[in-house]
């Protein structure tokens, strides 16, 4: 089966750039989404097709995927980025999300 | 205005059979390219993909579960059925049902429902 792992904890400091890495398999020829999970909340779209943004999600979020790793880049981190987030792809009919990531905003 | 809605019980029994219904609104599942997923979360755990149905009827399933679920549609009454044979508390999660707009290698999840938690215990 395959598997996209990322880092358990992320920590950055308001107003900084985080990066949350996910990693697989030539994962860079598979198409990345990447989803943002609040406490208690259904998870939300952030970034689909490796770096596009749906309507709504603010600009300062933004995706790269190349080679083994894909990467959610947030800019100007915010308090309320603190949340859980997942990496996700499609593999041999199957979908497939990583651990996921917690972010803390300190 | 899309939105999707989880429904089923909240507590069964283990090697019980559970049923879980999605009710869909805002778009048709017989569009071409609409897919219903469902996903579940064990509590303070990750995401697990479940299984897929497409606007054609076919069906994907996870390979460690695929043994155990059966999914199918209500297009009439806009409704996606999940059935997980022989429960077992490991299985206890918050189950989701979400949108993807597009299938094949395309698969994403642009709306999701609230969640349904499911818990399993004699």
């Known amino acids: 089966s395959y598997d996209l792992t990322q880092p358990p904890s992320v920590s950055v400091s308001p107003g900084r750039t985080a990066s949350i890495t996910c990693s697989g398999d030539?994962?860079?020829?598979?198409?990345t989404h990447w989803y943002q999970q609040k406490a208690g909340q259904s998870p939300l779209l952030l970034i689909y097709?490796?770096?596009r943004r749906p309507s709504g999600i603010p600009e300062r979020f933004s995706g790269s995927n190349s080679g083994n790793t894909a990467t959610l880049t947030i800019s100007g981190t915010q308090a309320i980025d603190e949340a859980d987030y997942y990496c996700?792809?499609?593999?041999?009919?199957?979908?497939?999300f990583g651990g996921g990531t917690k972010l803390t905003v300190l | 205005q899309v939105t999707l809605r989880e429904s089923g019980p909240a507590l069964v029994k283990p090697t019980q059979t559970l049923t879980l219904t999605c009710t869909v609104s805002?778009?048709?599942?017989?569009?071409?390219?609409?897919?219903v997923n469902w996903i579940r979360q064990p509590p303070g755990k990750a995401l697990e993909w479940l299984a897929l149905?497409?606007?054609?009827?076919?069906?994907f399933f996870s390979t460690s579960l695929k043994t155990r679920l059966t999914l199918s549609k209500d297009s009439s009454k806009n409704q996606v059925v999940l059935t997980v044979t022989n429960m077992d508390p490991l299985d206890t999660a918050t189950y989701y049902c979400?949108?993807?707009?597009?299938?094949?290698?395309?698969?994403?999840?642009?709306?999701w429902g609230q969640g349904a938690l499911v818990t399993v215990s004699s």
């Open positions: 996700q792809a499609w593999d041999s009919s199957t979908a497939v």
């Open positions: 149905i497409d606007w054609d009827g076919d069906t």
């Open positions: 097709y490796n770096n």
């Open positions: 805002g778009f048709s599942l017989d569009t071409g390219g609409m897919c």
């Open positions: 030539n994962l860079g020829n598979k198409l």
């Open positions: 979400a949108r993807s707009p597009i299938g094949g290698n395309h698969v994403h999840y642009d709306y």
